[in-house]
């Protein structure tokens, strides 16, 4: 069996509230994910999902437990360490908008990274932007456009070509869909498996919406209150679900046969 390239084994985390008192975010959570495969963490707002995001990406510390990416520990990394991690985790977040200046040409952005990692020279990134954008199917002439003459979707779209414009091991999507349109919402899943299956790219799809993320990934991890409750390929959801609360998620999934 092939090895995990992401792998958390009991990973807690535990803020400082003030006043002597500690909220416990996150509880014991284990889980794996395979290469070029997907995984997605759905649960309700609060549960500890984006948390586990930001303790993967380092942004956050972990309070126990480990986390390791292709057999190495990548948890309590600082400094250049740390930013080595960054080209092989790569995140995309709910917002798009947040996600560049906006000041910024949507080409510029497009070349930070390449440029960055010394992968292409300023004039190699610029030429490689224009494919970055055909490749998630936007017309190269908005590169010269600053974000807010883009849609949210088309900005969305940037924001993935550049994460994964680096080649990295793992893009985060933490709700990369739910702020936009349930049309465009769809547009950009679809964009996602297609991405995927051309480049093998391996995600942890993070949502609070059932539907949208089995929709895109081959196992669900289902968290409550910080803790996982179980895990299962996400083909078998209905037959297999054991907890109460996977069941619950399942018969809030909207249906227009419903109403």
Known sequence: ??????ALEHVSKTFDIGKGK??????DVS???FPGKSLGIVGESGCGKSTIAR?????IPVSEGSITLNGKKISGL????QREVYRDIQMVFQDPYSAISPRMPVGTFLEEGLVYFGIMNRAQAGEEADRLLRMVDLDPVLKERL???LSGGQLQRVVIARAISIHPRLVILDEATSALDVSVQKQILHLLVRLQKEFRLTYLFIGHDLAVVRSICDRICVMKAGRVMEQLPAEDLEKNAVHPYTRQ????????RDI
């Open 147 to 149: 974000p807010h003459q």
């Open 78 to 81: 600082k400094g250049r360490d």
């Open 55 to 59: 303790m993967i990406t380092g942004l």
């Open 31 to 33: 889980l794996q994910v």
């Open 249 to 256: 998620l399942l018969g809030a999934v909207f249906s227009v």
């Open 1 to 6: 069996m092939e090895n995990a390239l992401l």
């Open 22 to 27: 500690t909220l416990e975010a996150v509880k």
